[in-house]
């Protein structure tokens, strides 16, 4: 700091002794030089400083002063670099001022007026090192940075009155695809802070989204009185999105001592990217406001509240912009959540609720989709521009027909990757708990999941009386997944693993059919028997996945009346199902030989109906049984962790566990020996 302020303040003892230089050639040269030789000699002499033609086409005029001499030059320009767009990069029509020459020799730029008429300035940075105003004399010692931006309040230059009159600044970055357009007008009138507000306004381009901005500050004298706080306004809008700081900084110079309000609404938070890079998921309509903050290179936004869509949020973040990455680092917490409102972070489109007409518009297009699966692209360049560590915990969740108790989870997102871990929701007085890992550093991004669910109650489901007979049943199951693709709908169709799903409990009848809205035609009576109603024992779907193409390895429904099996084929790459399904009565006779049930068509839904074409086999009874017992012997470990020991599925468990004791070719585990083909051990 203490090289910086020498730095300046050398500059600024320079120039005091260039302009009295100027000042006492002035006076000699004006009788004795001939007409444009001096305005000849100060272009000159300048482009041969800055190093860049610099030029002053109109007049100039020296009102003679030893101590406070008044300066005027008109049509003044500074030419630009090959690259830039424009070929000056600054030109004012007229540029009129009066500078304390004694203070200037001691280091403080004093100026009692200053007055400037249409200056338009552009800069621009055409690359991460190269940018129009570096000139060489002053990037050497970096000094242009230092007066540009001083160390201290106190050497902010003192200037009385100013005036600048249809004022223009164009920034052009191009590696980060931001262009402004800011208009400044100012004149300072009256005697309070509120008259002597300055303000600006303008707009430009951000990563090709138009925005909008008007700042509000102080007088530029008080700049430099440190015993007060910086008075700032600044409002922003860019399309839905409209941000305001409202207060005021103790440094303005370093951007430190923020204590604002930071007011923010729009239609998406995904939108916020364009302005800060962290990379938040879709959201419905959001209104949030808290403390702005900053300490060094963090800025913190604290303590705020509003909502997201229907959902409650407030929490405290902080973004540390001095990482190579910026880090952002928050823990969010929401006492109702609704769950429609977190579908952006599987991509998909939010359609019920508080929604933007943009999402009301794609909601509409959803419902006309033949496809289930969100096939919304995973931006991997927002991915990998920001690190965070988000914590989140909901109290109350509200998801009609899902019965969410709560929900907590964390996000950690280093270099392009992302896991949910831990990913804990409470639901239907169990819990599904598990991971999720998106690698996003390769051009296609690999996802990860494995999600367990442990005994959820049925009763939490079906909540109409209608469904009472479920009421005591209850399951569980596990995900494990592993795919590529640019979406949720890619990674499934390419995803390899395995996912089981086991039910215990309850019955089934012709009211909850009736009830869920299910056509199974004539496979009903195949189902339920004669007595339209039947228990359920156990129920089990173990799926073996590869490349997309979910097959079963166990299919069993165990009820009361009814051995079920069969077998699955779910195809996610165009979203079909193709199962066949044999009932074998336990009262076996010889009229008990029944048509196949066949499940086919898209997932979204799926035609019920009979094969008319086949019969199923018959068989004895304890064939059936042990065809269905073996693959079951296997996952009994899994059954106990999904459903709990003392399930319905107790007695088909302890029935498998016998069965591979007695049959050749069962190990001890359960487990088929098939030397050819090579079971996947969890």
């Known amino acids: 700091m203490v090289d910086s302020k020498s730095s300046l303040r050398r500059m600024l003892r320079w120039l005091g002794m260039g302009l009295l230089v100027l000042i006492l050639s002035g006076v000699i040269f004006l009788i004795f030089a001939p007409n444009g030789w001096w305005r000849n000699f100060v272009n000159t002499k300048g482009s041969a400083f800055l190093g860049r033609d610099f030029a002053i086409d109109g007049g100039i005029n020296i009102d003679w002063d030893w101590t406070q001499p008044e300066i005027t030059l008109k049509k003044v320009r500074i030419a630009n670099l090959p690259e830039g767009k424009e070929p000056d990069m600054a030109r004012i029509e007229e540029l009129d001022f009066q500078i304390r020459i004694w203070r200037l020799l001691r280091g403080e730029l004093n100026l009692p007026k200053l007055n400037i008429t249409r200056p338009r300035i552009i800069l621009e940075k055409f690359t991460p090192t190269k940018k129009n105003w570096d000139f060489p004399p002053f990037s050497e010692a970096n000094l242009a940075k230092k007066a540009a931006l001083p160390e201290e309040r106190g050497d902010f230059p003192v200037i009385g009155r100013i005036t600048i009159k249809q004022g223009s600044l164009i920034y052009r970055d191009k590696p980060r695809k931001l262009v402004t357009d800011l208009g400044i007008n100012i004149a300072q009138g009256g005697s309070t802070l509120k008259n002597n507000l300055y303000s600006f306004s303008g707009k430009g381009t951000l990563q090709d989204h138009a925005f909008t901005i008007d700042i509000k500050g102080g007088p530029p004298e008080q700049l430099r009185d440190e015993s007060k706080p910086y008075p700032l306004e600044l409002t922003l809008v860019m399309g839905a999105t409209r941000m305001k700081v409202d207060g005021t900084f103790t440094d303005p110079v370093k951007m430190t001592g923020v204590d604002a309000k930071l007011n923010m609404r729009g239609d998406n938070l995904a939108d916020l990217f364009f302005l800060t890079k962290i990379p938040l998921p879709t959201t419905p309509p959001y209104q949030l406001s808290g403390k702005l903050k900053k300490i060094g290179e963090v800025w913190g936004f604290n303590d705020f509240k509003g909502k997201v869509g229907d959902s409650d949020m407030s929490g405290d973040l902080s973004y540390d912009v001095g990482k190579e990455r910026g880090f952002v680092k928050a823990k969010l917490f929401s006492r109702l959540l609704d769950m429609k409102d977190l579908a952006g972070f599987i991509g998909a489109t939010p359609e019920r609720g508080t929604l933007s007409s943009e999402q009301k518009e794609q909601a509409a297009k959803n419902q006309q989709n033949p496809h289930l699966l969100p096939d919304v692209p995973i931006d991997l360049t927002r991915l990998r521009a920001t690190d965070m560590d988000v914590i989140f915990k909901a109290i109350k969740v509200n998801a009609p027909g899902w019965p969410l108790n709560d929900l907590d989870f964390r996000v950690n997102l280093q270099k392009g990757i992302l ?95 009736e009830a869920a809205g299910i056509d199974l035609g004539q496979a009903l009576p195949l189902l339920l028997g004669k007595d339209n109603s039947t228990g359920i024992r156990c129920a089990i779907g173990d799926f073996n996945v590869k490349n997309g193409l979910l097959n079963s390895d166990i299919f069993v429904f165990d009820t009361t009346d009814s051995n079920i099996n069969g077998n699955a084929q779910i195809n996610l790459k165009d979203e079909t199902i193709n199962a066949r399904i044999e009932v074998n009565p336990k009262d076996f006779s010889i009229l008990s030989a029944k048509t196949p049930i066949l499940i086919e068509g898209r997932l979204k839904q799926p035609k019920i109906g009979l094969d008319t074409k086949s019969l199923a086999t018959r068989v004895a009874a304890a064939g059936v049984l042990g065809a269905f017992l073996t693959p079951v012997a296997a996952i009994i470990p899994f059954i106990e962790l999904g459903l709990g020991k003392d399930s319905d599925c107790r007695g088909l468990i302890e029935q498998a566990r016998g069965y591979s004791e007695k049959t050749p070719g069962i190990d001890r585990e359960g487990a088929k020996k098939r030397p050819h083909k090579r079971r996947r051990h969890r």
């Open 419 to 513: 896991r949910l871990d831990p990913l804990n929701f409470g639901i239907a007085n169990g819990d599904i708990s598990g991971s999720l890992i998106l690698n996003g550093q390769k051009k296609l991004p690999l996802v990860e999941s494995d999600l367990i669910l442990k005994q959820l109650s049925l009763k939490q489901f079906f909540t109409d009386p209608k469904f009472a007979s479920l009421a005591a049943g209850h399951f569980g199951g596990r995900f494990k997944l592993k795919g590529n693709g640019l979406s949720l709908a890619d990674v499934l169709a390419s995803s390899d693993g395995h996912i089981t799903l086991l039910m215990s409990g309850g019955s089934i009848s012709l009211l909850i059919i």
